[in-house]
C-alpha cells in the first residue's frame, strides 16, 4: 500500500525553495511594535555613560533620555521601559528616594511625555532596588530577611508616585505576595483607571541579571541573593500559580523573565491564559550575545534577530530588549 502523504508526494523542501515562497508560508512575523526598549537614566546634562558589562547601552541624563523616545517612536517602537541609576548619596537603608515627586524616573517620565505626548508608552519598574544600599528589592528586617508587607506599603506609594508623574505602565518586579492587587486597588482609588499593570509575575531568580545591577549601580552594594521572593529555576508549575495569581489581581498583561532561557514557560502562559504575555531579553542574554558575536560565533544582527522570533514563535505579545532600536532599525532596511 502506497501512503498517500508520504515522500516524494510530499516534499516539505518545496515550499522553502524560493525567498517568495518562505515569505508567503512564514508563520510568525516580528515587528518593531513588538519591541519594548530599557532605558538607563542618569543624573547631569548631555550625558551618555557607556556601561561596559553591556557593550552599546549606555545611561542617559534625561535630555538624552528624551532623545532616545523620540527615536523610539520614529522607529514604532510603541513603549520605553524606564530604570534609573540614583546617585549614592540618595541611596538609604529603605529605599526612600523612590517616592520622591522628584526623583530621576519622574523627571525623565515628565520630560519624555512633555516631549512626545502619548505617540509612546513609558514603562516604570516597581521596586527598590534601585535606591536601596543593600541593593534588595525591599525592606530588609536586621537579618537581612526581605519582609513582604512592610514592602507592600511603600511599593505602593512608589506606583502612585510614578503614575503620578504620567507612568502608563506599572511594572512591578518585585515579586512580593499581594502586590499586583494592592497596587491595582490604590491607583483606582487614585483615579489612575487607565494606568496599565504589567506584572513580572513570573521573575526567577536568575544568574542572567549581572549587567543590569551595573546598570543602576546596584552589583556592588547588593547583599546576598534575592532567591527568598525570586522564582527558583527550576519551576514550572509555580509560575502558573503566580500568573494566575496576578491576573486574579488585576494585571493587565503578565511579564516572563529572563526570557530564552523560560520560553516554556512563555508558552504554558499564552496557553494556559488569555492576557497578553511579555517576556524580558534581560541584560546576561543581550550580552552575551554581544560577546558571542565578537568571538566569531555568528553574525551579530542574524544572532539578535534568531533570537528576537523565538520569542513570537513561543506565543509573546512583546519582548522588552535591549536590541530594540537595533532590530526596529534592521526590520525598517
Ligand atoms: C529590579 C530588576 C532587575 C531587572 C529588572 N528589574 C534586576 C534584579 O531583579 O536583580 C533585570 C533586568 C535585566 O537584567 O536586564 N527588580
Redesign the pocket.
Known sequence: MTDLTAYPRTRLRRSRATAWSRAMVRENILSPADLIW?LFIVEGDNVEEPIDSLPGVSRWSIDRIVARAKEARDLGIPCVAL?PNTPNDKRNDDGSEALNVDNLMCRATKAIKDAVGDDIGILT?V?L?PYTTHGQ?GLVDAQGYVENDRTLDILIKQALNQANAGADIIAP??MMDGRVGAIRDNLELAHHHNVQIMAYAA?YASA??G???DAVGSSGTLKGN?KTY?MDIANGDEAMREIALDIAEGADSVMVKPGLAYLDIVYRAKTEFNIPVFA?Q???EYALVEAGAAAGVGDRDALMMEKLIAFKRAGCSGILTYFAADAARLLHG
Do not use: E, H, L, T
Open positions: 530599557p530604570f519598574d521596586a532596588d528589592d518586579s518585585d521573575k542572567f541579571y549587567p543590569f545591577r534575592k525570586q524580558y534581560v541584560s546576561g
